[in-house]
């Protein structure tokens, strides 16, 4: 009988035993999560690269200037005074090897210049006095918008004249010789309103920084039919702010203009995206003209100049066959 | 196993072998290697409490430990980053069919996920200016793993592992989307994996008993299904190749030490501690690990617990690594060190883990056996107490194991016991054969054994408190009466009926104390002797023994209630009554070559020598003995068949002796024994 009640014993304490685990199952069972991911920071010595669509509304902007693919000459530059001196240096592309451009544009943005459909695409630029860079005089141009118009299913090719602007730029013929552009130095930007008609006498007077020199460079490794193409970008790179890299293609005038646009730390080098190259080879594309700019911002805080950007670059444009 | 689930009787006699018992035992398991081999249940598999598999496919392939039957194990674990945690981490089902053991697992929880920058923003304009960071992300898993380990024998055991790990690298991707009027980049998600099978072999070897040697590859065999583009070849698993060796050893009792070594330079120490409890054991242990991809030196420490019954195991545990597991850490890292074990590694955090084990096993594992069983002698019930220091059989007992075994014989004859009489424990080396004694007592009064009969008497051995093995063996119980014919076991004749032949001393003598107290001091003892012949064994008669087949004794009890005996029931009656009273008595055991025997009584007077001449004058009627200080002291022999009267009884025992034991030189050619009680 003793045995008997042993086992009895045993049986409930292992049924209790049981019980108890089971429990203990459910609560760790019902308490099931998926443990978060472990988030990695960036190395220090590692950089972005930011990507961005210039050319976002081929329907409506003509994105060429007519010269690279920079696209400074923005179609809407909602500034009401836009000065930029440009050095400009040529690699298998244009007919000289460097080049210099110096523009200046007044906006007046109480007269903006809308769309069909009421969105701003240009203002009205003015004459505001004599502008000088370093000295020579720049002459007054036409400001032309260019801008496609869609009507009754047609798309029309708008060209007008929107007001002035002021350029200057020194053609070189040799292109052995180094160009005029004084790299990282500076150039005097002067207005003079004496001679102007009217209350304006003042002359504004002040220096443009410019930046070192960009040189670029392009190399390829692998090859677009084994899927496998890497385009790396290498400059001289001066560890100090940011370089922007425009990728253009040339459109069926064999005008470039400028589709992406790739920002990244001035360290020298710089991989498109893989997609990027890889669209680019599917679609078709045979030339791309690689435009290195490194820019340099004054910062100008007189009244007269207020919401201005003024702007100096180093622009070097590589016209490259993709493999 | 549908009739096992449904059977709920648990029979702990290991004889019957039922299967009935369902019980569900999720192991814990894993010997704790470092690195590549690192578990998470702890140092709490021992020697000592090794009821379940402890062993996992981290440590060694050849996990041939303590696996049983069918066995389903589980372990929980929870994480501390981002808040507790808490998933199922692995599941597994193992078993074990003579000397083969597979085991297969599904590990939901071994899986570590990294998320970081990919180094491209996407500047998005519409419908505002917003700028987009693009990620990638990578998956580790461990899915599922397979072993199988065969153990050549006790000591030596080989096998293999396979383990299936999956990788999983993304990214967000931009992808422009250029047409004539709007030109956009979308972003879409690109995924890649690299899955690979890894293979290992290894060994474990029992140096002694309480030291095991296992040695294991690492990586031995890597299977890729696709290979890492070379975009994410730096962040793959590593599977660089070694070998990791461990060896673990119960130098003090309850406790086991450990050390593992990695070809890389990794280790791991550790120890634990064993104490039972009831029918459980709880074990203690803890353990520290370096590993050169981790600073400190020790990265961290393992204390656990473990309850573990027969019928289930619980372990509590956690890691604690002493460097702060919560600072960020980079890209970099992960590719400059990569990661070599899904469980512990530099990214890894401070956890907890809760195991909880049950059996499910439709058999139980012998350990130990019981070859043969040799019955050493017949019973004799009135020798109970030599029984106790003599076994009444041996066995052959083989530990079939591969462990240190304890075993407690029991043995039980019906009729005689009135439950199992246990022997002293016996430990048995594994793949050992050991002679194991069964001892007994004859439980009375209870007992009335009045024939001579066969019994079944059954043997067993017990470890841990259940039966490994039994074994039923005819043993011969002679009755009450019975005697061996061996005059040194009449002692227990004499001793068994003490009290009553004290009483009966005491009223002859309290009747007759006059006479005591008139006799000379030194022949007090003598007068005595006289004085219960006469009163005694004057009116007895001879008898003799039945016709048996083995001689019977009369107890003392016996042979004065009858009032008669043969040499021996007198001899044995007369002793008890004057050792009853503290006079000593010594048997003369005469033999011829007939074998056909006599006994009679040898007195101690307790005179010397020169007080010969107080009792009688002729020194041939005595035997000079020296007693236990060397001195010399007077015994006078008596024949217990010659009744007529004491001095007749003297003399015919005198003259016997006289002739015999020292004329005929019996003495000195064993014809003629003394044979003292004690």
Known sequence: ?323 | MLRAFTTLKYNYRRATRKAGIICFVFLVQGILYPQQSFDFWGRVQSVHNSNFRLNGLESNASNFYAGKDWEISSLFSSAGKNGIKTNLYSISLSKRLGDHYFYTRFTPGYAEEFVFNSGIQVILKEPVRVETQLQKKIQYSEELGFGYSYRINPSFSVGFSMRYFKQNFSEDIPSPVLTDTLNFISISNQSTNSNFWRGDLGFTYNITPSISLAVTSLNLIIAEENPASSDWENYSLKKRKGVTAGISGSFLKNSESFLGVESNGNFIVGLNYTFQLANSNITFGFQSFHDINQTPFFAGIMPSINYSTRLFSITFGGVKYFEDRNKERLVSELTASGIDNLLNSKFSTDRIFASVNLALSLTQEQLVKIDDVTINTEIYPALSEKYILEPIATAKVTNISDKLITIRPACLIPGLNREKFFSPYVVIEPGKVSTIPFYTIVDEPKFDIKKREIKQAVFSIEVDNEIEDEIKKPILVNDWNAWDGNVANLKFFVKRDLDYSANYAKDILTRNNTKIKNAMSELVIFEKVKLLFENIFTKMLYVADRRASVDVVQFPSETLNLKGGDCDDLSVCFSSILESIGIETAFVDYRNDEAIYHVNLLVNTSLSTDQLSLMTKNDKKVVIRKNEVGKDEIWIPLEMTSLKDFSTSWSVASQKFQTEAIEQLGLANGKVHIVDLK
């Not at chain 1, 903006?112 to 020579?136: A, C, H, W, Y």
């Not at chain 1, 496609?148 to 007008?160: A, E, K, L, P, Q």
């Not at chain 1, 890497?230 to 589709?259: C, H």
């Open chain 1, 1 to 323: 009988m003793k045995r008997n009640l042993l086992m009895a014993l045993s049986l409930s304490l292992a049924f209790l035993q049981l019980v108890l685990v089971s429990i203990m199952l459910v609560v760790l069972l019902s308490s099931c999560s998926e443990p978060a991911p472990t988030q990695l920071v960036d190395d220090p010595t590692s950089s972005n690269v930011k990507v961005e669509i210039i050319a976002d509304r081929p329907g409506v902007f003509v994105y060429t200037n007519g010269y690279d693919s920079t696209g400074i000459l923005q179609p809407v530059l909602d500034r009401s005074t836009f000065i930029s001196v440009c050095g400009i240096k040529n690699t298998n592309y244009g007919k000289r090897a460097t080049d210099d451009f110096y523009f200046t544009q007044f906006s007046d943005k109480n007269n903006p210049i809308l769309s069909r459909d009421k969105k701003i695409i240009g203002f009205t630029g003015v004459n505001m006095g004599e502008v000088r860079f370093n000295n020579q005089s720049a002459q007054l141009g036409v400001n032309k918008l260019k801008f496609h118009d869609n009507r009754n299913g047609n798309r029309w090719d708008i060209d007008t004249v929107v007001g002035l602007n002021y350029y200057f730029c020194s053609k070189q013929i040799n292109p052995s010789q180094p160009g005029k552009f004084p790299y990282n130095a500076s150039i005097n930007f002067k207005l003079d309103q004496t001679k102007m008609m009217g209350p304006m006498k003042e002359i504004f007077q002040f220096e443009i920084p410019t930046p070192v020199e960009v040189i670029g460079k392009v190399k390829f490794h692998g090859s677009a039919s084994q899927r496998n193409l890497k385009v790396d970008l290498e400059w001289n790179g001066i560890n100090i702010g940011d370089i922007e890299v425009v990728l253009g293609l040339f459109n069926s005038k064999a005008l470039p203009y400028p589709l992406i646009r790739l920002i990244g730390s001035d360290n020298g080098k710089i991989t498109i995206p893989k997609p990027i190259v890889e669209k680019l080879v599917a679609d078709g594309t045979k030339e791309l003209l690689v435009t290195f700019i490194r820019k340099k911002v004054k910062e100008e805080s007189r009244e007269f100049f207020k919401d201005n950007y003024i702007v100096a670059q180093s622009i070097h444009n590589i016209k490259i066959q993709l493999p």
